[in-house]
């Protein structure tokens, strides 16, 4: 469109000696050319469509409109690009990504996790109505419920024998609207029987979320267990390589109107102004449809183009990192397992664990990247082994491509009484480690030299 002459660009005919177009000598045949500043904003710009292999960054507040009807358009359908918090190319590509890998019908990209989760919930439930939490979940998470929607009038109730359904059946009240658990939960690695859960859920016309970011699409797709949403920190595993926070909402699309309606009267009744509901305008995808148009834009979660693209190009590599990952986490758990300075490990690709056989029957191609192990020593030991590691590095963070270790007791769940966290399968000598993609023998040298050190007797 702008190849050619193009009335920002200099003239041939415009001279500038000194070389400062500011400076320009005017000849006598000269044409109106704009001021410095003027060319300064709009000399060279294009809108000349390009073919780029790599999904292009459209980092822009905002998208220009091709004429009047256009605009109009836009904000009568929603349809097409107008301002980046509703909707941008490049966040656009990701979400779809996302849903791809998700087996789910359309995704919300958001700007971290934590946006992911209060996004989902936001979506299906108000005031008045009351939330089923498992009580294995993201601390972060727990707050949410107990501090931020509860101040907004949205109850919770916690469930702790999450293997139970009826456990899940009994804390179900009339204004129930919405089940949430993780897929892997953190730190006993406790494995959700999403089919179980979903069926409940199902049942009482109720969605159940399931917050996917331990076990990633790569091992376990929940929407084809029968979890209608699905949220992630996309900041963990789908970026990979811990630059940048993200999150994502994937929805399964099969939002039943006659079903579920009478749970979600915001989807079903008209909107305003004599607007068709919102299910009427996004049949099975009115829950995304929503969360797309009135939660995220309004509560302004909206992810920076640049993180999208970064967690799309991490995305391309989710499979490769998490096979590795799992096999060198596995390899990482047995070793630990039999180190006389080891009282347990929580890793469910072990035999040992309680949901192994539920593990084996949910997750496909590894066992995921994360787990926790106890040492005999206690916080003491627990110190050590922090302040010596040398490969792992000391951070609050998972799913990066390089290995991690942290002390829950005093980090992450510093806030919880001790026999919470005992309850969490927290103790004091506890260690989280989220395995990389390094040489697997590194990390156990880098182990096995830090555990040498501290089973030193100790002379009294
Ligand atoms: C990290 C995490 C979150 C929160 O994600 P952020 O991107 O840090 O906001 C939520 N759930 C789980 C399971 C997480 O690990």
Redesign the pocket.
């Known amino acids: 469109m702008t190849s050619g002459y193009h009335p920002f660009s200099v003239p041939p005919h415009v001279v500038t000696r000194c070389g400062n177009p500011h400076h320009r000598e005017v000849s006598a045949m000269t044409v109106d050319v704009p001021s410095f500043a003027t060319r300064a904003l709009h000399a060279g710009r294009s809108r000349q469509a390009a073919s780029s292999r790599a999904t292009p960054i459209y980092l822009t507040a905002g998208f220009e409109f091709d004429d009047f009807d256009h605009a109009a358009t836009h904000f009568g359908t929603g349809e097409g690009f107008g301002y980046t918090r509703t909707g941008n190319p490049t966040v656009q590509a990701v979400e779809r990504q996302l849903a791809a890998l998700e087996s789910g019908a359309d995704a919300v990209l958001v700007a971290?996790?934590?946006?992911?989760?209060a996004v989902a919930l936001l979506t299906v439930a108000g005031a008045g109505d009351h939330i089923v939490a498992s009580t294995h979940?993201?601390e972060?998470?727990r707050g949410l419920l107990v501090d931020n929607l509860a101040r907004l009038g949205i109850e919770s109730t916690f469930v702790d024998e999450i293997g139970d359904p009826n456990a899940w059946r009994a804390a179900i009240r009339p204004n129930t609207r919405a089940l949430f658990a993780?897929s892997i939960a953190?730190a006993r690695n406790d494995i959700l029987d999403i089919t179980a859960v979903g069926a409940i859920g199902d049942e009482f016309a109720i969605p159940l979320i399931v917050?996917n970011?331990?076990a990633t699409p790569y091992l376990l797709r929940p929407l084809e267990h029968g979890a209608s949403i699905v949220?992630h920190?996309?900041?963990?595993f789908l970026a990979g390589h811990g630059s940048v926070?993200?999150?994502v909402v994937v929805d399964n699309g099969r939002f039943d109107a006659e079903h579920a309606g009478h749970n979600a009267p915001h989807l079903v009744l008209p909107g305003r102004g004599g607007l068709a509901s919102v299910a009427a305008r996004h049949g099975g995808n009115a829950r995304i449809g929503y969360a797309r148009e009135a939660v995220a834009p309004r509560f302004g979660t909206t992810p920076s183009p640049l993180n999208a693209f970064l967690i799309g190009q991490g995305a391309e590599t989710l499979g490769l990192r998490v096979e590795r990952q799992s096999r060198n986490a596995l390899e990482i758990a047995r070793w630990l397992e039999a180190q006389d300075a080891v009282e347990s490990v929580d890793y469910v690709g072990l035999d040992s664990h309680p949901d192994h056989e539920l593990a084996q029957r949910y997750l496909r191609g590894g066992y995921g990247s994360i787990f926790t192990f106890t040492l005999r020593g206690g916080l003491e030991a627990a110190r050590d082994v922090i302040e010596s590691v040398d490969v792992f590095t000391h951070m609050t963070h998972?799913?990066d491509v390089r290995s991690l270790v942290l002390h829950p007791a005093t980090t992450s769940h510093a806030y919880r009484t001790e026999e919470e966290r005992a309850v969490l399968g927290i103790r004091p000598g506890t260690l989280r480690v989220s395995i990389g993609i390094e040489d697997v023998a590194d990390l156990i040298g880098d182990l096995s030299r830090v555990l040498a050190a501290i089973e030193e007797p100790v002379i009294a």
Do not use: F, H, M, R
């Open positions: 971290s996790g934590q946006a992911a989760v979940i993201y972060g998470t993780e953190n917050d970011t331990l949220v920190s996309a900041s963990k926070l993200g999150g998972i799913g």
